[in-house]
Every structure is written in C-alpha cells, then in structure tokens.
C-alpha cells in the first residue's frame, strides 16, 4: 500500500516567508509524528498528533513552529517568518494504534536563502 | 535523561566482510524499545527493527542480526557477508514506554556506513 507521503519534496524560500510543509500518512495510522533532520545527524522529534489532538510538542524550537492536523489525517506544519537556520530535512511519520515502529516519509528539504 | 551513542561516525569494509555496529542506550526506564533503521543514499528512513526491553532474546533475519544486551545497555547490529547494497547510514533508537504507544523516538547520530566492492 501507499507509504507517508510528504509535499513539496524540496522548498527553497527566502529568510523571513513563511511556509507550510504537508504530510499524508499510512491510511489507517492514528499517530502522526514530524522529525526535523540536520545533515549528518538522526532525526529530531519535534512534534506528534494522535488523531487530531496535539499530544507533545515539546520539540518546537519556538513559536515559530506550529502544527495542526484539524481531520485526525493530513497534517501541515507551518514555520513562520523562516531564518537560515531552519534549514534542514523535514520528515513526517506515522503509526498504527497499537504499534511502537513509525514508518517515515521521505521528507521534505527545506532550504532558506 | 535518554540518549543513544553511536560512536562509530564511519565504518568502511570490503565486500563479503562481516560488520558490526555499536549502539549504547541510556534510560532509567524498566520498560522501552530499541530500533535500527537504514537511511540509503537515496534518503529514506527503512526501518529495520524494534526491540522490547523484556524480551533479549537475539535476532537474525537473513545476513542481519541484532545483539541486545541488557547489562552493558548495548544493541548491536551485525550485517555478515556485507554487499554493496548495505551501504547506507543507520540509526540506532530508542523509545519509552509512555501512557500509549505513541510517543517519540530519540535517535543516535548514526553510523555511515561504505561496502567498497
């Protein structure tokens, strides 16, 4: 079946914009995960949602970063008025009820100019 | 405090060697799970496999094994008869036992590793 997908593969904007990276998971997987990755690093959780309810987002950097999964589906995270410093590879995961694996998308790297 | 250590940043083999990468775990938890994923060159993340803390029994799937040893906090990963195909970077992890499954993954900072042919 479909894996996680995740859209635009690639994003290339200028300091200060916003941007709004997607993420659709396994159909049927309750528990959606975000990961920011540094090159040469493993992933950094950054956020998760089980159905529709944020339950942790301790790893935000800051209020810049923000999530949202409004239908317990598709879920959208938003960086606002980006910096350098945001760039990396954006990865989203999901997992069934029940399960501990995630099962990962193949990102989305950002890159801020 | 929770952490995984992969002190091998790079390993580089002939083909057909065998390998094996490290992974130390620090939790005070009595309850987790360990997990290897490869990341190719393509860029993906596969997972590979997930480990109880209850459970230390090893593991061999084809050329894979895994080595779980509760009393050095070790999960090792062994490829035998290495092929090119291995070459990736893989990440050790770890996750706690939180009030339901879902819960973070903290991951090591992975070992690149190379099959020269």
């Known amino acids: 079946g479909a894996g996680v997908s995740q859209s635009p593969r690639y994003k290339v904007t200028k300091r200060g914009q916003d941007v709004a990276l997607r993420c659709d998971p396994i159909s049927g997987h309750v528990s959606l995960y975000w990961y920011r990755q540094a090159l040469g690093q493993g992933p950094e959780f950054l956020t998760y949602f089980n159905y529709e309810a944020q339950q942790d987002k301790s790893g935000l950097p800051n209020d810049r970063f923000s999530a949202e999964r409004p239908e317990g589906s598709i879920s959208t995270l938003t960086i606002q008025r980006t910096e350098q410093r945001d760039s990396a590879m954006y990865r989203c995961?999901?997992?069934?009820?029940?399960?501990?694996?995630?099962?990962f998308g193949p990102g989305t790297r950002l890159t801020v100019t | 405090a929770q952490k995984v250590t992969q002190a091998q940043t790079e390993i580089s083999v002939v083909e057909k060697e065998d390998v094996t990468l490290d992974c130390v775990y620090e939790?005070?938890?009595?309850?987790?799970?360990l997990f290897w994923y490869k990341q190719p060159p393509s860029g993906e993340l596969v997972f590979l496999i997930r480990?109880?803390?209850?459970?230390?029994q090893n593991e061999i799937s084809g050329r894979y094994s895994w080595n779980f040893q509760k009393s050095t906090s070790s999960f090792n990963f062994t490829i035998t008869a290495s092929q090119v195909v291995d070459s990736a970077v893989y990440f050790c992890?770890?996750?706690?036992?939180?009030?339901?499954?879902?819960?973070?993954?903290?991951f090591g900072s992975g070992t690149r590793l190379s099959i020269r042919p």
């Open positions: 939790t005070r938890d009595t309850t987790y799970y």
């Open positions: 995961a999901s997992s069934s009820q029940g399960a501990y694996e995630q099962y």
């Open positions: 992890a770890l996750r706690l036992s939180g009030y339901s499954s879902a819960s973070k993954i903290i």
């Open positions: 480990r109880n803390s209850f459970d230390e």
